[in-house]
């Protein structure tokens, strides 16, 4: 699937482009913090996993800091986050967590992830956690279960490079 690049697509549909990083600054860390401090985790779905350990971001933000530190990726902006984890690892499968104010939040967010990151991205949630259905609606498919929890993919883009984009 070939889609046009990211930025003026997202330009031209009046989406403002979320801030992408790698590292913070300390102006970034207290940005990040005080979102963490105003959302709520409400389907406990924004954690990562170390030996078999859910150990939840909200809870533990050093984490967040040493991952992004080590090379993963994280979406910010007023009323929502997502981590993208697996870079600092080199791990095949890249693991996205959300956690935003409301779904027109969520919606922003994962349109900025769908057109900033090109390959295959995987999310596990909730089953009855809305942003499931704008996953769903943003071509991300169910790829499985287990109990509770869903696992959804998007598939690998392949973004057009600008010079190409008319052609």
């Given at each position: 699937m070939v889609i046009p690049l990211p930025y003026q697509f997202?330009?031209?549909?009046?989406?403002?482009?979320?801030?992408?990083?790698?590292?913070?600054?300390?102006?970034d860390k207290k940005q990040v913090f005080s979102i963490l401090e105003e959302l709520s985790d409400y389907y406990s779905d924004f954690?990562?996993?170390?030996?078999?350990?859910r150990l939840y971001i909200k809870e533990n933000i050093e984490i967040l800091y040493k991952l992004l530190s080590n090379g993963d990726k994280v979406l910010f902006d007023e009323g929502g986050i997502a981590?993208?984890?697996?870079?600092?690892?080199k791990s095949p499968r890249k693991y996205v967590k959300i956690l935003t104010k409301d779904e027109k939040?969520?919606?922003?967010?994962?349109?900025?992830?769908?057109?900033?990151?090109?390959?295959?991205l995987y999310c596990k949630i909730k089953e009855n956690n809305p942003l499931k259905n704008i996953l769903l609606k943003n071509r991300w498919k169910y790829?499985?279960?287990?109990?509770?929890?869903?696992?959804?993919?998007?598939?690998?883009?392949e973004l057009v490079k600008k010079e190409n984009r008319y052609a």
């Open positions: 997202l330009k031209t549909k009046g989406i403002k482009v979320i801030q992408i990083k790698s590292t913070l600054s300390e102006k954690y990562i996993t170390r030996n078999n350990i981590i993208i984890i697996g870079y600092s690892e939040m969520a919606d922003k967010i994962i349109k900025n992830i769908n057109w900033t990151f090109s390959e295959e790829f499985g279960n287990r109990g509770k929890e869903i696992l959804l993919k998007r598939e690998t883009l």
